[in-house]
Every structure is written in structure tokens, then in C-alpha cells.
């Protein structure tokens, strides 16, 4: 089970911290994927970071302002938002992949296992 939190409202150039939070399984043996979702518009993938935390993907919108970090003691994935834009707001999504790095980091939400509920960003202009 993954539950995130964290989400909000703040003003553009901004920062927002989202966590989320695993149960029931081994944290350390997934890879962690980041997706967002606004009403209109395809969900869109963020990025990934693979068992370790050692590798990351970061898609082309969000490379330079967005961070994954996780915590395998305290089995919690990080995304880091720096420097948010109004076209950042969306539903944030953790998902978690027992697949090799090669299958999720392309981003394909069916090599994902879990999923998160989804959290709330806003951001004003």
C-alpha cells in the first residue's frame, strides 16, 4: 500500500515536499515512479528512481526543479518541488515497480504494481 501526502496549495517559484509512504511489502525491492494527472490532459510521467536511490530519470519538464530521494529505512519515497509553475498543478501519483529499471523507467504505467491515491498540487500564478 502507498500513501502520499504532502500535496497543496502555494504560489508560483515556490517548493512542496510530497512523501509517500509504503506498508506491506519490502520498500527496498521496488523501484519508485512519479506520474501526474490534470482533468483534460493525458497523465503525464515524471520520472523514476530505481531500488537504491542511486539512479533517477527525470522527465524533460521537470529536470533542474524536481528531486527523487527515498528512504529504505523509513520506506518512503520523496519528490522534492522546486520552482513550481501554475502548469505544475496536477494530481501527483506514487507508484511502485518490482520490474527491472529498464522496464519501468520508460514510464509505462502498466509495469507498475502499486499505486498511491494520488495527491493535490496547486499552483497559483
Known amino acids: 500500500q502507498l500513501v502520499e501526502s504532502g500535496g497543496g496549495l502555494v504560489q508560483a517559484g515556490g517548493s512542496l515536499r510530497l512523501s509517500c509512504a509504503a506498508s506491506?511489502?519490502?520498500?527496498?525491492?521496488?523501484?519508485m515512479g512519479w506520474f501526474r494527472h490534470t482533468p483534460g490532459k493525458e497523465r503525464e510521467f515524471v520520472g523514476v528512481i530505481n531500488r537504491s536511490g542511486v539512479i533517477k530519470y527525470y522527465a524533460d519538464s521537470v529536470k533542474g526543479r524536481f528531486t527523487f530521494s527515498r528512504d529504505n529505512v523509513k520506506n518512503t519515497a520523496y519528490l522534492q518541488m522546486n520552482s513550481l509553475k501554475p502548469e505544475d498543478t496536477a494530481v501527483y501519483y506514487c507508484a511502485a515497480s518490482a520490474r527491472y529499471y529498464s522496464t519501468y523507467s520508460t514510464g509505462n504505467p502498466d509495469e507498475f504494481d502499486y499505486w498511491g491515491q494520488g495527491t493535490q498540487v496547486t499552483v497559483s500564478s
Open positions: 506491506g511489502g519490502t520498500f527496498s525491492s521496488y523501484g
